[in-house]
Nanobody, 122 residues
Framework: VQLQASGGGLVQAGGSLRLSCAAS????????IGWFRQAPGKEREGVSC????????LYADSVKDRFTISGDYAKNTVYLQMNNLKPEDTAVYYC????????????????WGKGTLVTVSS
């Protein structure tokens, strides 16, 4: 079982990035995939979640109307489109899978991927 996060990079404020979380060893249909982030010196924060079973989504207030999460079942991949990025979005972003459904707490996740670094310059 593996979750591979990619797509991070350096972008100016107001710019966009798309993160990908490719899952292997399990089927997206039966899991929720969440994105979490951790900035230096700060606690981990739940950003968004995609429920593979029904396609429902969840967003943190801090990213609503700027980020969009989606899933590609054929590729077993979840994407996080991040628009209008702000310096406070700078963090390492992680994706994780939960067989019980979406949650942004990060507790009880079944699998975690390695992070991808997003840096937003002002």
């Amino acid at each position: 079982v593996q979750l591979q996060a990619s797509g991070g990079g350096l972008v100016q404020a107001g710019g966009s990035l798309r993160l990908s979380c490719a899952a292997s060893g399990f089927t997206l249909d039966y899991y929720a995939i969440g994105w979490f982030r951790q900035a230096p010196g700060k606690e981990r924060e739940g950003v968004s979640c995609f429920s593979g079973g029904g396609g429902s989504t969840l967003y943190a207030d801090s990213v609503k109307d700027r980020f969009t999460i989606s899933g590609d079942y054929a590729k077993n991949t979840v994407y996080l489109q991040m628009n209008n990025l702000k310096p406070e979005d700078t963090a390492v972003y992680y994706c994780a899978a939960d067989s019980f459904g979406c949650n942004l707490s990060g507790m009880g996740m079944d699998y975690w991927g390695k992070g991808t670094l997003v840096t937003v310059s002002s």
